[in-house]
């Protein structure tokens, strides 16, 4: 029991931990949350470009000395306001447009990088998350941040909730669509700056998307979608930081595969719309045919 | 309060619900509709019907105000559409996600959200308003189901108490009947009647000329123009129908002089407008 007991408590006698486990814990419950409008919407490819895109933001607001919060939302908002300017003024669908400008920015950032030669470790920080180097100062602009992303999807649960349902019917209620739109774009380049320095870029997506859809199998309406995302979430940036101490794997890299996992069983075994149970189901169908 | 970021027109006294002023629209250079001239009155139903292509789905996403004539004038209740909440429309099926994880009583609160306003959330009226929509519909039973665990029948059904809940005073439905079988078709017909006694002005598309003619007093025929509005029997004439269908309809000698047989389908009605 003892022994059990300080296998829990050891990795966060460390206060570098701690703090790890806090921002982790604040990723964890927020990506979720928002993740599964993203996940319910289909923008799952937008959500991990705009993640590349706001790359030479961070690079910038760097090396201005500005908080790289700053520079990661100016870069997302224009690259979002740029894609829906390249996919509506030509005949350029909307992935082709994403995809364009996800690459250019991409680059840009690794070219501005590339100039910075003491700053190469900082690229596999920012690309792959860097939690054990979370400052008592970042935490509190992650949780202000995640606090106003979750005031924000709670304001307006119901008017995201018609948009992502079904468009026509927001447009014949008359609200306004393309400001409940940006807004959810901005709310989610907020979330992805404050995902940031937990999973970095490249993982962003799966934080974004991969408690969410698990969720998505068990639940059936998303308020609990987003609770048990939340849940789930949290659990795995747990998981993620004991695998991460005692196997000694990246931080950000251990809470995604934990991620990852809680989702390969639950699309096995969810009720209903698993794979176990649609096999079970087309064997009953045979047999009784 | 309630409305923060738009105000909405009241209703003009007198004035009718559907206005259409010589209303024209083009897409790339094509003319998709033109000069549609109609003046409809309050409680009025009416079936728009025309071959494929015809413009029954543009008309009414412009009576909805979801897209801008290129010519011409809307009015309901005698301002443009766009300062309206009243106008319900129930597009085709096949629009909405149907895996999405909301329940048919929240579906139902949907049609509800502006009367709510921002920053607010339902009230127990809200809720009532809900629970007597979907009795009126006949759904009471599938309040908390998932809306994709409904047959085609019963989504129609909740659309329509979307469009009851939100009190809406004009219920425009692209081809509801659509793929439907007889004992959903009479449901919705019956609901139909419900909105008749309320005097709820309903535009109705469908490909069943039989329909229209056997359950509508009004008939719209439509092919890119408005060839005729009016009564089953005079909208449907037969220089009216064959001047719409051109080679598509074919006359057989019956009972009353003539049997219509056309030929129309319904997929990808006007494919060509997507907004």
Redesign the interface.
């Known amino acids: 029991m003892n022994d059990l007991l300080s296998f829990l408590v050891e990795p966060f006698q460390y206060s570098f931990m701690l703090r790890g486990l806090w921002a982790s814990l604040i990723v964890g419950v927020i990506c979720p949350i928002l993740g599964s409008y993203v996940v319910?919407r289909g923008m799952a490819f937008f959500g991990d470009a705009l993640a590349h895109i706001i790359l030479p933001g961070v690079v910038i607001a760097f090396l201005l000395g500005w908080p790289y919060a700053v520079g990661a939302l100016i870069f997302g908002v224009l690259a979002a306001l740029l894609i829906g300017f390249i996919s509506r003024r030509t005949d350029i669908k909307d992935d082709t447009a994403i995809g364009v400008v996800f690459a250019g920015s991409f680059a840009l950032g690794i070219a501005l990088i590339s100039l910075q030669r003491n700053y190469a470790v900082d690229l596999t920080h920012i690309l792959f998350g860097d939690l054990l180097g979370v400052s008592n100062s970042d935490l509190i602009l992650m949780g202000i941040l995640g606090f106003l992303v979750l005031l924000t999807v709670f304001?307006?649960y119901?008017?995201f909730?018609?948009l992502?349902?079904?468009p026509?019917?927001a447009?014949?209620?008359?609200?306004?669509v393309n400001?409940l739109q940006n807004l959810l774009l901005v709310l989610l380049a907020v979330v992805i700056v404050i995902s940031l320095q937990a999973v970095g870029v490249a993982l962003v997506l799966a934080m974004l998307v991969t408690p969410a859809s698990s969720a998505?199998l068990l639940?059936?309406?998303?308020p609990?979608?987003m609770l048990l995302g939340a849940l789930i979430g949290s659990l795995s940036s747990v998981l993620g930081l004991y695998l991460s101490f005692y196997v000694n794997v990246a931080s950000g890299a251990s809470i995604v595969l934990v991620a990852t996992a809680i989702f390969a069983i639950i699309f096995m075994i969810a009720p209903q719309r698993g794979v176990l149970w649609s096999w079970l189901r087309a064997r009953r169908e045979r047999s009784l045919s | 309060m309630t409305n923060i970021i738009s105000h909405f027109q009241k209703h003009d006294a007198g004035a009718s619900p559907i206005h259409l002023h010589n209303v024209s629209l083009r897409y790339n250079g094509i003319s998709v509709l033109e000069e549609i001239n109609a003046d409809i009155p309050a409680g009025e139903h009416i079936a728009v019907v025309g071959p494929n292509g015809a413009g029954k789905t543009t008309l009414m996403k412009l009576i909805a105000g979801l897209i801008e004539p290129t010519q011409g004038e809307i009015n309901i209740f005698g301002h443009g559409p766009g300062g309206h909440i009243c106008i319900a429309y129930v597009p085709q099926r096949s629009q909405v996600d149907w895996d999405f994880p909301a329940n048919v009583a929240e579906v139902v609160m949907m049609g509800r959200i502006h009367q709510i306003g921002f920053f607010h959330w339902p009230t127990r009226a809200d809720w009532t308003i809900v629970r007597e929509a979907l009795e009126r519909v006949d759904m009471s039973a599938f309040s908390d189901h998932r809306i994709g665990e409904l047959s085609g029948g019963q989504q129609q059904r909740v659309f329509l108490a979307q469009a009851l809940s939100q009190e809406a005073e004009v219920v425009l439905l692209d081809e509801p009947f659509t793929g439907l079988d007889v004992l959903s078709q009479d449901a919705i017909l019956r609901i139909m009647d419900d909105l008749h006694q309320d005097r709820v002005t309903v535009l109705i598309s469908t490909h069943d000329l039989n329909l229209a003619a056997k359950h509508f007093d009004q008939v719209m025929l439509l092919n890119r123009r408005l060839i005729s509005y009016g009564p089953a029997v005079n909208a449907l004439s037969q220089e009216a129908l064959i001047q719409a269908y051109g080679k598509q309809v074919h006359m057989l000698p019956g009972a009353d002089g003539a049997l219509i047989l056309s030929d129309t389908c319904c997929e990808g009605e006007d494919e060509i407008l997507r907004s």
């Not at chain 1, 447009?171 to 306004?176: D, G, Q, V």
């Not at chain 1, 639940?219 to 998303?222: E, G, N, Q």
């Open positions: 319910l304001a307006f119901k008017e909730l018609v992502s349902f079904d026509t019917l447009k014949t209620l008359r609200l306004p400001f998505y639940t059936r309406r998303l609990n979608m």
